[in-house]
Every structure is written in structure tokens, then in C-alpha cells.
């Protein structure tokens, strides 16, 4: 990645109104790059569904920290979305589309293809019983 030049980190609980807190944040931090509107949706619902996995899953029934930290070069922004949770056994099964493990719940088990559809990359890294870290990268194409 080049050199950033801004960089923020931010942690937060994981209850479900902080969905809406990182989507608005994440929003406020890349606003200095008047990216488009879409780019700017694409990157709120891949920041909502990591979030909401760590709030879902890595947490169930319980309350714990999702960190959150951003860096922005020239013409990206990286994502990096970290829990301590309960980690993910198979990351390459949990990341083919429409693998959920609460089926119940009316989950669809498409926030992963959500989120790589919606970013440049997506690289997903986990241990059972200790969390999970989602990086995202996304090219921002500015408006003049
Ligand atoms: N942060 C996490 N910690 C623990 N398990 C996770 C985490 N993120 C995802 N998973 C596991 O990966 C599976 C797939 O996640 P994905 O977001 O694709 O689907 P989902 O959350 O089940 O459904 P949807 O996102 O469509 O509501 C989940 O069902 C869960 O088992
Ligand atoms: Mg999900």
C-alpha cells in the first residue's frame, strides 16, 4: 500500500446501534476524497456487514470490542475491521455465498459476497477462540 495520508482507528462496542455509528464514520473519512455516491454506499453496506458479523457472530450472546481503523492514500482507502470473538473454524467455506451458520435466524449467508462485491479486495483472517480481522480495499475514482 503507498504511503497513507490520513489514518484513524476507532473502537466500539458491539452492540447493533454502532452498525449505524461505522457506516458514519467510515462515510465522515473518506469525505475529504468527494468520492461518488455509489462508492460511497458500497463502502457503508461492506463496513454494515463486517460490523454486523462481529455484532451477530463473533459476540453472540455476549458484548465485547470491534475495532475499526481506516488509512487513505491517494486514490484508496483500507479497512480493517478487527474482533475478539469467537473466531471462524473455515473461512474459506464461511466465504462461499449463501454458508450461514444461523440459518434460523434469517440469515442469508451473503454478507461476505456483499462485501467483496462491494470492495477492490477482501482478505479474511481468523482463529478459533480468539477473533477475526476483515481487511477491505477499495479504489476511490474522485469527482473532479
Ligand atoms: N466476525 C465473525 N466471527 C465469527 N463468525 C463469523 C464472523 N463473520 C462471519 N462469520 C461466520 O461466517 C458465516 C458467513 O458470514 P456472512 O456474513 O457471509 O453470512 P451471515 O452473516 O450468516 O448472513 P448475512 O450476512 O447474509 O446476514 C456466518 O454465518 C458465521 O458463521
Ligand atoms: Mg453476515
Known sequence: MKKPQNEMKMSFLSLSENERLARVAIGGFVSS???????????KTAVSEAVTNCIVHAYRDTVGVIEMTAR??????????RDR??????VKK???PLYTTLP??????????VMESF???IAVKSRLGYG???VM???????I
Open 33 to 43: 476524497k468527494n468520492p461518488r455516491i455509489d462508492e460511497l454506499t458500497d463502502l
Open 72 to 81: 487513505l492514500t491517494d486514490d484508496c482507502v483500507y479497512i480493517k475491521i
Open 85 to 90: 470473538g469467537c473466531g471462524i473454524e473455515d
Open 94 to 96: 464461511a466465504m462461499e
Open 104 to 113: 434460523d435466524e434469517e440469515r442469508s449467508g451473503l454478507g461476505f459476497s
Open 119 to 121: 470492495t477492490d479486495s
Open 132 to 134: 477475526t480481522t476483515v
Open 137 to 143: 480495499t477499495k479504489k476511490l475514482r474522485s469527482k
